[in-house]
């Protein structure tokens, strides 16, 4: 078909896009650059990883644990030193345990606490009863360092012993440190290895060796600013970006950015065949895909802010976050990228520069063949694509309970490991411990009522300083199982009947399952908030009220599918032991969101093209035109997200997989196959109730919008 190309040198478009322009604004950004990149370096300076910080004020482990800080010694990191021998500790190895308790001891004043079951002499150092093994717990200020800075220098310091003696350094501060020494140089980590995906994937999308750059340094430049926004976000408002939030931040403006850089390359490259000054032609690259790409980035903007409503600080704070990394990544896109695409013509495209012609041919391609078949079995495609989806969504079935700090780490380090030891030869101990605050008065009352508490193993008075007195309990059963929580439950139960005590429980344990409750809470609140929002903006942007319905389910069934198959490879093959609490909101945010951008990009040019080809026409053209686009946005948006799962944590790789793979599944069938299927069986009632959807004689003022089936009179 060919179709006569508009004239090279429309006025208005000119005068629009005058010369000075694009180096206008190329040369706002590197004056904004100057402010922002230093900012920018400053974002880690200001990340939490801090439980208090994480957790709402409201949370009773939370109010236990800035109690615990401001009483004397509260500001100490717990470490347990276990030693173990398989054949029995000898005479040696206990001289080896008390020498490196008495150095250690002076080294961190103040000196090492008795562990809970000391000897009658009062002595720190306590044996097992099957004389396999010694402990000791080494109470270390803050003042000396964060537990990352202090867990490696304590191993160190304790590894001459004699051959066959074992030591594990294990306890809170032990598991801190180790968590803690995952997410260093994380961010680095991310945006090294985000970069070489999206240079590698834009290299093979375009087969250029210069055309990838841009989109590339654009999106740079769009990350760079977003984390100096969000760096001033802390410092004014306050609000909490754990390390985690941080490493999304990264993944959502390069995923997103590249996205809409190729979708305005297809649109530009499409303009230049048409046009032939390169000005005209991004004018009108820009009327085309700017308004879906505003939709798009509406629509995960307007997400990403209903988790304010969260509960969780570390929730509530990613919506900010992530919405301003969203906005800087439109605005750069917008702007920036098509200025330098301007200033450097139409050579950028070498070696398949597009050119200027008054009769451009359209060749139908893969896509159009796909619409066609698709056109002629709609019923086929749409069943088939449920079929599949289905099939996914059965591994829903699988092992979907929560996940276990101690299970978070894909390579189980020494304080994971020290715990499965201390359970083994110190049974009583084998637990986190919580910690009951209660005023001195009734001490006595709640620590009886505490013993006798089902589940309780153990439980000490501790130090009694300013007006509140503590206990340690050590559960009987393993840390953040279900059986160490309904523990805890009862203990709370048990101690805030007491009146008058004020009591409060805390303690590792007690923050993991305050996290897991206000986690449920958010979901039930935010996910429905989600939906009700995207709904709207879909309607919004569609004038319609069917497509947005349509549309939306289909999300909602791919999520479903996605976290089903997802659950399926943890469970079978990766071998993991949970869903982390986290990551059903995560993943439910980000695919619904992202999800709908396929199809806002499908749909918003398919509307387009119905006003004058008819709903079939519409949408088979808006398939031929957008699929390639649309597939290599998903498979960069898709690798992006899939960095996240060579990180060495299991929570980070649960929701980059589960992202990535939904990302593919709306991209690749949903979009590709689904969507077409239901609008062709749906037909031009797809758009009711504007008047898209009414026949054409039916249509005011004489517009044309042809009945389902009928051909446009451009193929008469």
């Known amino acids: ?142 003042a000396y360092g964060a537990p990352e800075a202090i867990v490696g220098p304590l191993r160190d310091a304790a590894k001459n012993r004699p051959s066959g003696l074992e030591l594990d350094v294990t306890g809170p501060g032990a598991i801190d440190g180790d968590m803690d020494a995952v997410f260093d140089g994380i961010d680095v980590q991310v945006l090294l290895t985000t970069v070489i995906v999206v240079t590698l994937l834009l290299i093979l999308t375009y087969r250029s060796p210069v055309l990838w750059i841009i989109p590339l340094l654009a999106v740079g430049a769009a990350a760079l600013t977003a984390m100096a926004t969000v760096y001033l976000l802390v410092k004014g408002f306050g609000i909490v970006v754990n390390d985690q939030n941080s490493a999304l931040l990264t993944i959502l403006v390069f995923g997103v950015g590249t996205d809409y850089a190729l979708l305005l390359i297809a649109r530009y490259r499409e303009a230049l065949h048409h046009h032939e000054n390169v000005r005209v032609a991004m004018v009108h690259a820009l009327r085309g895909a700017a308004p879906a790409i505003v939709a798009s980035a509406a629509t995960v903007v307007a997400g990403l802010l209903c988790l304010l409503v969260a509960d969780l600080n570390s929730t509530s704070g990613l919506g900010p976050i992530g919405a301003a990394g969203i906005l800087c990544a439109l605005v750069a896109m917008l702007t920036l990228f098509p200025a330098v695409l301007v200033v450097l013509g139409r050579r950028i495209f070498w070696p398949a520069i597009p050119r200027f012609s008054t009769a451009v041919v359209e060749k139908p391609g ?44 894909l390579s189980a380090p020494e304080s994971v490991t020290g715990f499965a030891v201390l359970r083994q030869h110190f049974p009583e101990l084998g637990g986190q411990p919580m910690t009951v605050f209660t005023r001195p008065a009734h001490q006595k009352r709640v620590l009886d009522i505490v013993k006798d508490t089902r589940g309780v ?123 982390d609490s986290s990551v059903p909101l995560l993943a439910f945010l980000f695919l619904v969101a992202l999800g709908v951008d396929y199809n806002i990009f499908l749909a918003s040019r398919a509307r387009e093209e119905t006003v004058r080809l008819g709903t079939r026409e519409g949408m088979l053209k808006a398939l031929s035109a957008t699929g390639g686009v649309i597939t290599s946005a998903g498979l960069v948006l898709a690798a992006t997200f899939a960095v996240l799962a060579t990180l060495p944590l299991v929570m980070l790789i649960e929701v980059g997989f589960l992202v990535a793979f939904g990302v593919l599944l709306d991209a690749l069938l949903v979009r590709s196959v689904l969507v077409p299927a239901l609008t062709l069986l749906i037909g031009r009632r797809m758009w009711w109730p504007s008047r898209l959807s009414r026949p054409a004689a039916q249509l005011p003022g004489g517009q044309q919008s042809l009945a389902d089936g009928e051909e446009p009179a451009l193929q008469r």
């Open 1 to 142: 078909m060919a179709v006569n190309a508009a004239p090279s040198g429309e006025a208005p478009a000119g005068r629009l896009a005058g010369r000075w322009v694009p180096w206008l604004v190329i040369g706002l950004w590197l004056v904004l650059a100057t402010g922002m990149v230093p900012l920018s370096g400053k974002l880690s300076s200001v990340t939490t990883d801090s439980p208090v910080d994480t957790l709402p004020a409201s949370a009773e482990s939370t109010k236990a644990a800035v109690l615990d800080d401001s009483l004397p010694g509260g500001d100490n990191n717990t470490f347990v030193f276990v030693y173990h021998r398989a054949g029995g500790m000898t005479d040696a190895d206990r001289a080896t345990v008390e020498r490196h308790y008495n150095t250690l001891a002076k080294r961190y004043p103040p000196k090492a606490t008795a562990a809970a079951g000391e000897d009658d002499e009062g002595s720190p150092l306590s044996p097992s009863t099957d004389r396999k093994a010694m402990m000791f717990t080494l109470e270390v200020s803050t």
């Open 366 to 409: 893969l896509w159009g063949r796909l619409g066609t078949a698709i056109s002629r079995r709609r019923w086929l495609a749409t069943l088939g694509s449920l079929g599949v989806l289905g099939v996914f969504a059965l591994g829903l079935a699988g092992n979907t309970g929560a996940l276990r700090e101690q299970d978070q780490f």
């Open 457 to 579: 193993a153990l439980a000490v008075p501790e130090q009694t300083s300013g007006g509140w007195a503590n206990i340690s309990v050590f559960p009987k059963d393993a840390p953040d199982t279900v059986a160490e929580y309904d523990t805890i439950k009862r203990v709370r139960t048990a101690v805030h009947a007491v009146r008058g005590a004020e009591a409060i429980v805390g303690g590792p344990s007690a923050e993991n399952l305050d996290t897991e409750v206000t986690t449920e809470r958010d979901e039930k609140l935010v996910i429905p908030l989600v939906l009700a929002v995207v709904l709207i903006v879909l309607g919004l942007l569609l004038r319609a009220i069917v497509a947005p319905l349509v549309l939306m389910a289909t999300v909602i069934v791919s999520f479903a599918a996605a976290f089903g198959g997802s659950v399926f490879v943890f469970d079978t093959i990766l071998g993991f032991k949970g869903i």
